[in-house]
């Protein structure tokens, strides 16, 4: 004699359905509202899912890394393949966010095949807006007229981190924002050097003025070369964008301008290049 089939109605689904979630309940702790594992812990991805749009999500490893140790930042989750974990040099008990080990296809699905990540992705909030009132206690300061490359704005961070700069100040609109790409090409400096950006650059330009900052414009066409139209011992350099330059606003309202003497054929330098020369002879003027 055979058992005939046994049949399943919609009553018996849904007790099956809530026997199955106690049972996963179970597994994640108590509460069923985590994974069972600490949240400093390492844990395997997940993938599939994004970021919230109000996040950034830094990568490479020297970006990861002054993030992961920039007490200002609020971390959410580090997305780090096993090698580039032991590269970052951080104890992970030391790690404020949860850690998930990750193969590096996982993170070219999050971020792209075109990102360098390195092996690491930091998903963190952007960092508190700076003003320029916060800037008291530094000597020279590098303004941006709209220039617009993140990566051009990025590689100037870097130089300004390097050169001991206050801050890399930019209006709000026609300028990149906080970003990955951005982050990356500043290569850690995002989290030294204060990313200031204000509503209208003149206004600002006279704001650091009142604050005893000489506002020096680069412009090729200067009537001075710059180590000699530097007078005073705080400086606010302030360089245009690509192609446009400096605005005739902004030519109008600072205190200066002043050119790089290039003896070469070609009389003008990328935006970024032109910036770590000026911070050069900037702080040699500044002492």
Known sequence: MTDEPKSHTPRDTHY???????????????????????????RPHQPGRPGPADRVRLYGL??????????????????????????????EDAIRCPVEIVEPRALDAE?????????????????????????SATDLVVVLDQVTDPHNVG??????????????????????QESGVLAKSASGALELVPYVQIGNLAEALTKLAHQGFQTVGLDSDGDAKLETAMTEKRVALV???EGKGLRQKTRETVAALARLEVPGEIRSLNVSNAAAVALYAARRHIG
Not at 16 to 42: E, F, N, Q, V, Y
Not at 63 to 91: F, G, K, W, Y
Not at 163 to 172: D, K, R
Request: aromatic share 0%; hydrophobic share 45%.
């Open 16 to 42: 099956a359905k809530l026997r199955r979630a106690h049972r996963d309940a179970k597994t994640t702790g108590a509460g069923g509202g985590g994974d069972g594992l600490r949240p400093d812990r390492a």
């Open 62 to 91: 020297h970006t990861v890394s002054a993030a992961l140790l920039n007490p200002d930042r609020r971390l959410h989750r580090l997305l780090v393949t096993r090698n580039a974990l032991a590269r970052l040099e951080i104890a």
């Open 111 to 135: 971020l792209g095949s075109d990102a360098v990540h390195q092996g690491a992705m930091l998903e963190a909030d952007p960092l508190v807006a700076r003003s320029l009132g916060d800037l």
């Open 155 to 176: 590689a100037i961070l870097r130089s300004a981190a390097a050169f001991g700069a206050g801050a890399v100040v930019t209006t709000s609109r026609h300028s990149p």
């Open 239 to 241: 360089l245009g964008s």
